[in-house]
Antibody, heavy 119, light 107 residues
Framework: QVQLQESGPGLVKPSQTLSLTCTVSGGSISSGGYFWSWIRQPAGQALEWIGRLYTSGTTDYNASLKSRVTISLDTSKNHFSLELSSVTAADTAVYYC???????????WGQGTTVTVSS | EIVLTQSPGTLSLSPGERATLSCRASQSVSRNYLAWYQQKPGQAPRLLIYGISSRATGIPDRFSGSGSGTDFTLTISRLEPEDFAVYYCHQYGGSQTFGQGTKVEIK
């Protein structure tokens, strides 16, 4: 069965770019017509959708983050990535990657990775 | 952006009781793209319901979803000890949003 695993730095300095990778195992990222998504959750708060990428390369982003977010796909490494630029303390959160079949919800999630923005 | 408002914020119930959670959208959710998730401390959310009322794979039938348009409900018919958690609704019809969550706690 498909599993997702986030990886990347746990500490990022203010104004820098946060970069995370989600590695997909147990299946090919380029098959099945799935959406590959990023979601985040500040400590003790609700979930926030960041954006998603379709296997064709089409992307959708949260309007409030759109100017700072890039989600990309690397089929050779079977992973997809998140870049969030110009980070501030407000970007401190647990970041999750997840898979969404068309018409479905987010059915497979990574375990999450904590990112702290601090100097 | 569609705002999802969940109520109540906290639900205090005993095992065996029925739980009814509400999710209200600021505008109609397109194509019935409304899901519910369960999240326990330190864990990723788990998909329970998609398309308003379809149970995800492996989800027990004590979980059911209903509603239409802007008003949606997640019902847990008889609470089991493992059901005490936080529940989120999620609309995925366009620019996606989540509700703020309802915590179901043991009374």
């Amino acid at each position: 069965q498909v599993q997702l695993q986030e990886s990347g730095p746990g500490l990022v300095k203010p104004s820098q770019t946060l970069s995370l990778t989600c590695t997909v195992s147990g299946g090919s990222i380029s098959s099945g017509g799935y959406f590959w998504s990023w979601i985040r959750q500040p400590a003790g708060q609700a979930l926030e959708w960041i954006g998603r990428l379709y296997t064709s390369g089409t992307t959708d982003y949260n309007a409030s983050l759109k100017s700072r977010v890039t989600i990309s796909l690397d089929t050779s490494k079977n992973h997809f990535s998140l870049e969030l630029s110009s980070v501030t303390a407000a970007d401190t959160a647990v970041y999750y990657c997840a898979r969404a079949p068309p018409y479905y919800g987010l059915d497979v999630w990574g375990q999450g990775t904590t990112v702290t923005v601090s100097s | 952006e569609i705002v999802l408002t969940q109520s109540p914020g906290t639900l205090s119930l005993s095992p065996g009781e029925r739980a009814t959670l509400s999710c209200r959208a600021s505008q109609s959710v397109s194509r019935n793209y409304l899901a519910w998730y369960q999240q326990k401390p330190g864990q990723a959310p788990r998909l329970l319901i998609y398309g308003i009322s379809s149970r995800a794979t492996g989800i027990p039938d004590r979980f059911s979803g209903s509603g239409s348009g802007t008003d949606f409900t997640l019902t847990i018919s008889r609470l089991e000890p493992e059901d005490f958690a936080v529940y989120y609704c999620h609309q995925y019809g366009g620019s996606q949003t989540f509700g703020q969550g309802t915590k179901v706690e043991i009374k």
